[in-house]
């Protein structure tokens, strides 16, 4: 029975215009703006669950977009959020 309906669905004018389409349509492509600076677009992002060394187990990475640059600072999962502002500032 399946083969049977495979073979109707492929002959079937009005089943092949009206197939779901599996990819996303295209759209205009959307130019990146041009980064001037260094360190005024950044990437900050955390690299966790590593084991406990010198009583740090987070590494803070903080990535320049323009020149790919990045900083590695290791701190410990709890740091507050002005200890981490204070650890940005010093760091970079």
Same mark, same amino acid.
């Given at each position: 029975?399946?083969?049977?309906?495979?073979?109707?669905?492929?002959?079937?004018?009005?089943?092949?215009?009206m197939?779901?389409?599996?990819?996303?349509? /295209?759209r #205009?492509? +959307? !130019?990146?703006? %041009?980064?001037?600076? &260094?360190?005024?677009?950044?990437?900050?992002?955390?690299?966790? @669950?590593?084991?406990?060394? /010198?009583? #740090?187990? +987070? !590494?803070?990475? %903080?990535?320049?977009? &323009?020149?790919?640059?990045?900083?590695?600072?290791?701190?410990? @999962?709890?740091?507050?959020?002005?200890?981490?502002?204070?650890?940005?500032?010093d760091?970079?």
């Amino acid at each position: 029975m399946t083969k049977d309906v495979g073979k109707y669905v492929e002959g079937y004018d009005v089943c092949q215009r009206m197939k779901n389409r599996t990819e996303v349509p /295209v759209r #205009k492509l +959307i !130019i990146s703006k %041009v980064l001037e600076k &260094l360190w005024i677009y950044l990437i900050v992002d955390f690299i966790t @669950k590593l084991l406990l060394v /010198v009583g #740090k187990d +987070i !590494i803070l990475v %903080v990535c320049d977009r &323009l020149f790919k640059m990045a900083h590695f600072v290791a701190t410990m @999962k709890e740091t507050s959020a002005e200890k981490l502002a204070r650890l940005f500032r010093d760091n970079m």
